[in-house]
Structure formats: C-alpha cells, structure tokens
T-cell receptor, first 114, second 113 residues
Framework: GDSVTQMEGPVTLSEEAFLTINCTYTATGYPSLFWYVQYPGEGLQLLLK?????DKGSNKGFEATYRKETTSFHLEKGSVQVSDSAVYFCALSDRNSGTYKYIFGTGTRLKVLA | EPEVTQTPSHQVTQMGQEVILRCVPISNHLYFYWYRQILGQKVEFLVSFYNNEISEKSEIFDDQFSVERPDGSNFTLKIRSTKLEDSAMYFC???????????FGPGTRLTVT
C-alpha cells in the first residue's frame, strides 16, 4: 500500500540555520503531496502542496519540490526562526483513491534555539 | 477565514462508555474525514464520508465506531464502548469537491481511563 517515510526527529537547529526535512513516498498511483505543520497544542495546518512532478510548493519561506524520479518531497527553509518550532508532517493523497484520504508520515519535531 | 471546529477540546471517559466527538466542517465542503493520532505516533486515517455515506474506512474503524451527519452542519464520530487504546487525539477534516487539500480542526483529545 501507499506509505510516507520521514526522517526521524527531533531536529534541533540554531536560529537562521538551513533546514531540510526529508520525505519519501511510495504510491501505486500518482499522488498529490503535502506538508502540514502542527504547533504545540494546535491542529494540523497546511503548509504547502504540490500536485504533479517538478511542482514546487512554497509558503512562509518553506519550499518543497515534487521529485517523481526519486519519489521525494523534501521540506527546506533557508533561515529558520524560533517560531518555526513545531512538528512537520509529510502526507500524500493518491489520485487513484476516490476518497482523497491522506497517508501521513510519522512527523518530524523541529526545535529552533535562539 | 472559514475553519473547521471541533468540540469538546478534551474528553475524559471511563472504559466501556460511549463518546461522541463533534465537528463542524467548512460550510461549502462536501468531503469529511476523521483521523486519529495516538500520542507520539503518526496521524492515521479512520474514515471518509461523502454524500451521506461512508466512502472508505480503515481497519481501525471497526464496529465500535460510527459517523453521522445529523444535520447540514455537524459531522460526528461515535465510539460505542471505549477502550483504553482509543485514547488519542481525534482530528476532523473537510475538503471541497474536486480538491485534495484538506482542512483540519484543532482536534479533540480523548482520554479513556
């Protein structure tokens, strides 16, 4: 079945450091890919998305590019802030699934130190 | 900006009791979902609902679970006889027709004692 694999956390960075959180997927069809962020005590917020190969999703300084050849959707940010501390989830929605359900990765906790 | 709301934010119940978790999806959305997240684990799909019926459910969603859209706005998840392992954060989500992007509520933390 479909699956999403994320790098283990926690990831601890100093403010203004470069961030990469790896995400790879397996899917029988041609999925849409998403990154969600969960701040402490809150729900899941859509951060960015990409629906086809080579699409780049971006939001709030975060970027991820849909790489079909490597089945990856790594999240990057050039300069992290303390306020970026949260848990980040990679997810896919397989177009072959009529229900549009999400398959999530395990989540990666990011801690940014001042 | 429209948002998905969930009530209660925290529910404590005893094993064997019934609980109903409530969600108000975004008003023009047509697809509705429940997910759960056991503490420290991944977010797992439970069920999707469209056109007043279940369109898909996971193996977690056994006979103890049911969903309902009792009126035009609410979407509920009922657990008939709670078990300790049902303790988790339950998220409701909704999406518009033809769009895969889902909007999540803040979650209900269910604690079964």
């Amino acid at each position: 079945g479909d699956s999403v694999t994320q790098m283990e956390g926690p990831v601890t960075l100093s403010e203004e450091a470069f961030l990469t959180i790896n995400c790879t997927y397996t899917a029988t069809g041609y999925p849409s890919l998403f990154w969600y962020v969960q701040y402490p005590g809150e729900g899941l917020q859509l951060l960015l998305k990409a629906t086809k190969a080579d699409d780049k999703g971006s939001n709030k300084g975060f970027e991820a590019t849909y790489r079909k050849e490597t089945t990856s959707f790594h999240l990057e940010k050039g300069s992290v802030q303390v306020s970026d501390s949260a848990v980040y989830f990679c997810a896919l929605s397989d177009r072959n699934s009529g229900t549009y359900k999400y398959i999530f990765g395990t989540g990666t906790r990011l801690k940014v130190l001042a | 900006e429209p948002e998905v709301t969930q009530t209660p934010s925290h529910q404590v119940t005893q094993m064997g009791q019934e609980v109903i978790l409530r969600c108000v999806p975004i008003s023009n959305h047509l697809y509705f979902y429940w997910y759960r997240q056991i503490l420290g684990q991944k977010v797992e799909f439970l069920v999707s609902f469209y056109n007043n019926e279940i369109s898909e459910k996971s193996e977690i969603f056994d006979d103890q679970f049911s969903v309902e859209r009792p009126d035009g706005s609410n979407f509920t998840l009922k657990i008939r006889s709670t078990k300790l392992e049902d303790s988790a954060m339950y998220f409701c989500a909704s999406s518009a027709a033809g769009v895969r992007e889902q909007y999540f509520g803040p979650g209900t933390r269910l604690t079964v004692t």
